[in-house]
């Protein structure tokens, strides 16, 4: 057998893991949101929890605790601190998506697209899958030393500022954005 | 050997009627109007049937004649097919102006490159161009499905149910077709006979798929959204991306994870 006829194989089981990947149904109901919704949801991230979890990773709380507990309260408090940063993984992932919805909306919406934002834009989509899977499976496996956690309230406060602010600056023109569309949703789905 | 001559010769009379409901289904449900195309390409088949079994009769199934008759038909049949596939990725894109402008250019493109590499990648052998051709047609046919999918994916875009069985039956039969055609080239004349059975079977599912996809009426036009400002784009997707790839870099940069790894 030759080398094209490995190569045709091969390709078209690509194609086939792709094409089944395409057409497969959401798990989640009620994954696509009107475009009005997702523009108008867009500037609600997590940004406004973000004390919280400053709090519950703070450098202080974490040496009186150890100071003060027992063994198997720090050996608690770790695993309830890397419970935290799962959870706040995973809104930085909602905050990521939330963002990501937005553009594609505008992109869907917009008479002009430009490809090189669109490839961009897929192109830190793997990026971000792939930093956020690491980063889980080391969380998960507890290879992720705690202490190596506790920078995460300067990067959550720094960050915080940084993301409220821009969030703000992009939820105002998501809304101006979500009234031109929302003449869209009084029009019906758009189902093919 | 008998045995799979007449199965073939059951199936292929098999498909010959399914093609012509297919063709009465949609003129009858005036789906013709919505899908001229695929109509167009429904008919070239039905006329292919018709001048094959003139051809085989006349000049009998193994004549040179036949052959190049038979291959020429075929080169209109997968052209007509390449352009119902355009149809439908026209038909769920093209009211979303931009991404359609992005998606037609990449379709067009992408099959071009794989029509090349379907060539590079063949058996020098002359004799065999016209099988090569037809593989790397289908290939094309069946990547530019997969890009349509992957596009509505991707922009969240509703495929609707007929579209989606039309999709599924044109992918399935160019995919099976590209199988076929790898096995033919390497196992000639061992597996001739056994080729033209799988491949009429191969398009009779297809043709009961595009059936159902086509039982009912569907709209001529479609609603088209109402879009945004050329500058809504321009103002907000760069900022957009920037916040995207700062987000990226926090994650990737606090976690230690190398910011350049995909």
Known sequence: MSLSFYAFFGLVGILLLLFVWAVRKSARPGKTLPEARVLEECGRGHVGHLPQIRQALAEADSLYISEKASAFAVRRVRQERRRVALAYLSAVREDFQSLLRMAKVIARLSPEVVALHEFERVRLTLAFAWHYQIVRLQLLAGLMPVPGLDGLSDLVSGLSVRMETAMNELGERAALAAEMASSLDRRGPHVA | ?262
């Open chain 2, 1 to 262: 050997m008998a045995g799979i001559v007449t199965l073939e010769k059951a199936f292929w009379a098999l498909s010959v009627l399914l093609k012509a409901g297919l063709f009465a289904l949609l003129l009858y449900r005036k789906n013709h109007r919505v899908y001229p195309y695929l109509f167009t390409y429904v008919l070239i088949t039905l006329m292919q049937s018709a001048v094959l079994f003139a051809t085989y009769r006349v000049w009998g199934f193994e004549s040179p004649t036949a052959r190049n008759v038979a291959w020429g038909v075929q080169g209109l049949v997968i052209a007509a097919r390449a352009l119902a596939v355009a149809e439908i990725c026209r038909r769920v894109l093209a009211r979303y102006r931009g991404i359609w402008a992005l998606a037609w250019r990449m379709l067009l493109l992408t099959a071009v490159l794989v029509l090349v590499y379907a060539w590079a990648v063949s058996r020098p052998n002359w004799q065999l161009a016209i099988l090569s051709t037809d593989r790397g047609l289908e290939l094309a046919i069946a990547v530019a499905i997969v890009i349509l999918l992957l596009f509505a994916k991707y922009y969240e875009i509703a495929l609707g149910t007929t579209v989606c069985y039309l999709a599924v039956g044109l992918f399935l039969f160019s995919v099976f077709s590209v199988l076929n055609n790898t096995i033919l080239e390497t196992w000639l004349h061992s597996y001739a006979t056994l080729w033209n059975l799988l491949g009429t079977l191969a398009f009779v599912a297809s043709l009961l798929l595009w059936i159902w996809a086509v039982r009912e009426k569907q709209p001529e036009t479609l609603l088209e959204p109402e879009l945004m400002p050329q500058g809504a784009y321009h103002a907000l997707v760069p900022e957009i991306n920037d916040r995207l790839k700062g987000l990226n870099e926090q994650l990737s940069q606090f976690w230690g994870v190398e910011a350049n790894r995909p």
